[in-house]
């Protein structure tokens, strides 16, 4: 015999913590490609890094002349660890406005940068195309993922909600038309 996780009280219905119908809304594809995320986000880095120092250093200087590229790239660093923890704390947890967060991150600050260093930058070669188109599809395949797992992960809990008060409810009903209960007949 295995004893319960919360203590039971009298008039629990063990059905409300097991419901049968219960189904995992989290998105394993969806997990796969956070985590791969991280290496190439580093990869990711030392290659901008690498271009911007070998590009723009004189002297003892760095001399980039492109502003608006290190302006995206703060916002970048700042925003990508709280997008993935989004998308990660949403699609373990179920949890729907993470997930949503997770979104909503991946559009605003991700895809002006990479697209503005893919298009914007001046100085461009076949090596930053590649590395941006590569992360284009990514953050793409991502974004859509991620909106398949929100819509997925809505439905299966607006059911398990209905569901969970239809147990409710009928065990409402149960105890009003049970005799000697004070049916609403008499």
Same mark, same amino acid.
């Given at each position: 015999?295995?004893?319960?996780?919360?203590?039971?009280?009298?008039?629990?219905?063990?059905?409300?913590?097991?419901?049968?119908?219960?189904?995992?809304?989290?998105?394993?594809? %969806? $997990?796969?490609? +956070?985590?791969?995320?991280?290496? =190439?986000?580093?990869?990711? #880095?030392?290659?901008?890094?690498?271009? /911007?120092?070998?590009?723009?250093?004189?002297?003892?200087?760095?001399?980039?002349?492109?502003?608006?590229?290190?302006?995206?790239?703060?916002?970048?660093?700042?925003?990508?660890?709280?997008?993935?923890?989004?998308?990660?704390?949403?699609? %373990? $947890?179920?949890? +729907?406005?993470?997930?949503?967060? =997770?979104?909503?991150?991946? #559009?605003?600050?991700?895809?002006?940068? /990479?697209?503005?260093?893919?298009?914007?930058?001046?100085?461009?070669?076949?090596?930053?195309?590649?590395?941006?188109?590569?992360?284009?599809?990514?953050?793409?395949?991502?974004?859509?993922?991620?909106?398949?797992?929100?819509?997925?992960?809505?439905?299966?809990?607006?059911?398990?909600?209905?569901? =969970?008060?239809?147990?409710?409810?009928?065990?409402?009903?149960?105890?009003?038309?049970?005799?000697?209960?004070?049916?609403?007949?008499?």
């Amino acid at each position: 015999m295995t004893l319960p996780l919360q203590p039971v009280r009298p008039g629990f219905d063990l059905r409300l913590r097991n419901l049968t119908d219960r189904k995992i809304a989290s998105n394993v594809f %969806l $997990q796969q490609l +956070l985590y791969y995320r991280i290496f =190439f986000n580093v990869a990711w #880095l030392i290659f901008w890094m690498v271009f /911007i120092f070998k590009n723009y250093w004189v002297g003892l200087k760095l001399k980039d002349k492109d502003i608006v590229r290190t302006i995206f790239f703060i916002f970048w660093f700042l925003a990508e660890p709280i997008r993935m923890f989004a998308g990660w704390y949403g699609n %373990l $947890q179920e949890n +729907l406005p993470w997930l949503l967060m =997770f979104t909503i991150l991946s #559009l605003v600050p991700e895809q002006g940068t /990479i697209l503005y260093l893919l298009v914007g930058t001046s100085r461009r070669t076949a090596y930053t195309k590649a590395v941006q188109i590569v992360m284009l599809v990514l953050q793409w395949i991502e974004l859509l993922t991620g909106l398949y797992t929100c819509v997925t992960m809505y439905k299966v809990q607006k059911r398990q909600f209905y569901l =969970f008060e239809y147990i409710l409810n009928a065990r409402r009903r149960q105890r009003l038309h049970a005799p000697g209960m004070g049916s609403p007949g008499r």
